[in-house]
């Protein structure tokens, strides 16, 4: 039996490459081994090309890919149309006469989603499916959340004490982590498409939400978002004024007067209904965001947002900076969530450990089940998805 | 110039093999070095025997230690008497010829605490002193507090969500953390001499506060202590029942009948002043433990014994088990401290992580300076000190 799992570890390798620069784009990475030797390597690159292209034409350079096996993680799509910058791969990988594909998942894109692979078995070649899925799954979870639920991939961010507290009673929170935690915070932000507070947090803190202190990575400006029943974000807010025009999501209660203010700032403003308690609803400003393109959102507070999202179970990971601070009574990073017994606790998945100097990084999943689109979540109200299937292109 | 730290560091690695047996003794180590070459080695065994004392003997089969270097972590003992079972080092030392003694500390024992080097340099050996001290000082920071500060060393185990929840909101605390964790609880519980926890926990989980989880260390019983400012503890406790009377920490207001029932009980009551509050005065429950030979304590709840020996200072390391759940609101693992600003929440130093299974253990001093008996933290009332000083064995 041909060892897959080698090439595919390599083909994860070349995909994390593309880390915070791909989106809204899979990290995808390809692979070409021709007579048992690696001919052409590649991962999405800067110039949009994806990462079967890029082997290939490596390959071309090696001898040609005819009689190959090519190893992708992402199933190679197969359409071309507005919005696509290009040619799809299923067609050049048939062109090449490549003989062998390995694939780690399909792609959950509704263009694509098995109609890739469908496209080259129908041109002869022998598709592996299925090596090393579920790190590949987890690798492209924002892609697999946004396509196959509808909504976005939510990470809640929180910067907290030992006892769990973000701020002290009288409300200084600046700074629980250091500049290095912070700076992973910047790298977060960078890999979302949105930021979003709630707006106690924007009040309190006035903050900018922007890509700062890592500067490799400061084109990367995420959209930022502030949840805000009532409109009480003031125009002059430093969101406001930031390269990027933040969006408002609040209710009909709020003031008209203080719309057309904000509005004249340069913030868009979205009304996502309430929750019945006057607030906005949550599951519909994400599923709004999901509708604008946004694949991804970095939740960084405040304790009531963070409480809400757990407590409707609308996140898809918690990443706790925990410093080694003991601050007792103050503002709780979690608040009420009606856990009466433990088993009822919510017990997060796939957790790891990290260390950033004295602050210790618990990162977990709420349901990777549930984010990758295999169970209990399908897809919302307001989410669109399209009939997978492929225009042969001429 | 001689490399010392490299000897020194073998005498702690040696030191370390006594953890689990030595207390109320310290950890020790000693390398016996002559002509370059290691001639003998030892730690403090099991028979009680002194580090110096195994590797000089060692050093004896191996043609003797005249004119070698001896290592040692802590300055070698100088004293007999009652309570003492082994002969003096420095004797030994000089009586062997030893040219040379490396000390990483000085012994805090007031029956030492410089006495044992000067009575090594009267007799014209060569102390050097000072080699990793600090690294040697925390390895028997528990000697170092008791000694210096009168009061024990005081370690608090909180089992916790990542929110910093130790039960939820209807009082399930069992359990936060796995069979891993509470063996690692257990190896803690061998290793303090005594075992606190409030009355509170006591009612609420009916502990038994022993050893079990780690079969090796069966035979390292803890004392099992109460606070309990009224004498709330049935006399059917489990923890009456134990192998080692628990010792009850109460106030006046307890009820006398309560306090005849636990007696009978086989528990031993002490009254420990109120603290104003009405309360135990932990202080002085600190120092009567001290004055009983306790040398260490494990607290393990609940939350308003941590609460309130982090409150006052009272805690020298804590050991966070942070289980990956969220409970949301329930029993905080810490109340009220009165922090107000950051800068003046308290910050654990020497702070060190790792995992069991996917909890994370963060483990940090109060201040280690203050644990030492270095600074702010002189001798409390209670506590007795003694003269250092040898007197000369014939």
């Given at each position: 039996?041909?060892?897959?799992?080698?090439?595919?570890?390599?083909?994860?390798?070349?995909?994390?490459?593309?880390?915070?620069?791909?989106?809204?784009?899979?990290?995808?990475?390809?692979?070409?081994?021709?007579?048992?030797?690696?001919?052409?390597?590649?991962?999405?690159?800067?110039?949009?090309?994806?990462?079967?292209?890029?082997?290939?034409?490596?390959?071309?350079?090696?001898?040609?890919?005819?009689?190959?096996?090519?190893?992708?993680?992402?199933?190679?799509?197969?359409?071309?149309?507005?919005?696509?910058?290009?040619?799809?791969?299923?067609?050049?990988?048939?062109?090449?006469?490549?003989?062998?594909?390995?694939?780690?998942?399909?792609?959950?894109?509704?263009?694509?989603?098995?109609?890739?692979?469908?496209?080259?078995?129908?041109?002869?070649?022998?598709?592996?499916?299925?090596?090393?899925?579920?790190?590949?799954?987890?690798?492209?979870?924002?892609?697999?959340?946004?396509?196959?639920?509808?909504?976005?991939?939510?990470?809640?961010?929180?910067?907290?004490?030992?006892?769990?507290?973000?701020?002290?009673?009288?409300?200084?929170?600046?700074?629980?982590?250091?500049?290095?935690?912070?700076?992973?915070?910047?790298?977060?932000?960078?890999?979302?498409?949105?930021?979003?507070?709630?707006?106690?947090?924007?009040?309190?803190?006035?903050?900018?939400?922007?890509?700062?202190?890592?500067?490799?990575?400061?084109?990367?400006?995420?959209?930022?978002?502030i949840?805000?029943?009532?409109?009480?974000l003031?125009p002059?807010a430093?969101l406001t004024?930031?390269?990027?025009s933040p969006l408002i999501?609040?209710?009909?209660?709020?003031?008209?007067?203080?719309?057309?203010?904000l509005e004249?700032a340069g913030a868009r403003v979205?009304?996502?209904?309430?929750?019945?308690?006057?607030?906005?609803?949550?599951?519909?400003?994400?599923?709004?965001?999901?509708?604008?393109?946004?694949?991804?959102?970095?939740?960084?507070?405040?304790?009531?947002?963070?409480?809400?999202?757990?407590?409707?179970?609308?996140?898809?990971?918690?990443?706790?900076?925990?410093?080694?601070?003991?601050?007792?009574?103050?503002?709780?990073?979690?608040?009420?969530?009606?856990?009466?017994?433990?088993?009822?606790?919510?017990?997060?998945?796939?957790?790891?450990?990290?260390?950033?100097?004295?602050?210790?990084?618990?990162?977990?999943?709420?349901?990777?089940?549930?984010?990758?689109?295999?169970?209990?979540?399908?897809?919302?109200?307001?989410?669109?998805?399209?009939?997978?299937?492929?225009?042969?292109?001429?």
């Open positions: 039996m041909d060892d897959h799992e080698g090439p595919m570890r390599r083909v994860l390798e070349l995909a994390r490459h593309g880390q915070w620069r791909t989106s809204p784009n899979p990290l995808t990475g390809a692979v070409v081994v021709r007579d048992g030797r690696v001919v052409g390597e590649g991962h999405l690159n800067e110039r949009g090309d994806h990462a079967e292209a890029v082997a290939l034409d490596r390959a071309a350079r090696a001898g040609g890919a005819a009689g190959a096996t090519l190893y992708t993680n992402l199933e190679p799509c197969c359409w071309s149309g507005v919005g696509k910058h290009t040619p799809p791969c299923a067609q050049r990988i048939i062109r090449e006469g490549v003989r062998r594909v390995v694939i780690a998942t399909a792609d959950p894109h509704p263009k694509v989603d098995g109609a890739g692979a469908r496209m080259l078995r129908g041109a002869g070649i022998e598709v592996v499916e299925g090596v090393l899925e579920e790190e590949a799954a987890r690798l492209n979870a924002v892609h697999f959340k946004f396509h196959r639920t509808g909504i976005p991939f939510v990470t809640l961010k929180i910067a907290q004490s030992i006892d769990g507290r973000i701020a002290t009673g009288g409300g200084d929170s600046r700074w629980i982590s250091d500049r290095d935690a912070r700076v992973m915070t910047h790298e977060l932000r960078a890999a979302h498409d949105a930021i979003m507070v709630g707006v106690g947090t924007a009040l309190a803190d006035d903050p900018e939400l922007t890509v700062r202190l890592t500067a490799p990575l400061r084109d990367r400006q995420p959209l930022p978002v949840v805000d029943s009532t409109l009480r003031p002059g430093r004024a930031g390269e990027r999501f609040t209710t009909d209660r709020h003031d008209r007067r203080a719309r057309a203010a004249r979205a009304v996502a209904g309430g929750d019945g308690g006057g607030r906005v609803a949550l599951d519909r400003a994400l599923a709004a965001l999901a509708g604008a393109g946004v694949t991804s959102v970095l939740v960084e507070g405040g304790a009531a947002l963070h409480t809400e999202l757990i407590r409707q179970r609308l996140f898809d990971k918690l990443v706790a900076v925990v410093a080694p601070v003991v601050i007792g009574a103050g503002t709780d990073a979690v608040g009420d969530l009606g856990t009466a017994r433990l088993v009822d606790a919510l017990r997060l998945e796939r957790v790891s450990h990290r260390q950033i100097n004295d602050q210790a990084i618990i990162t977990g999943y709420r349901s990777l089940a549930a984010t990758l689109g295999r169970a209990g979540s399908g897809p919302l109200p307001g989410a669109q998805r399209q009939e997978a299937g492929c225009s042969a292109v001429s």
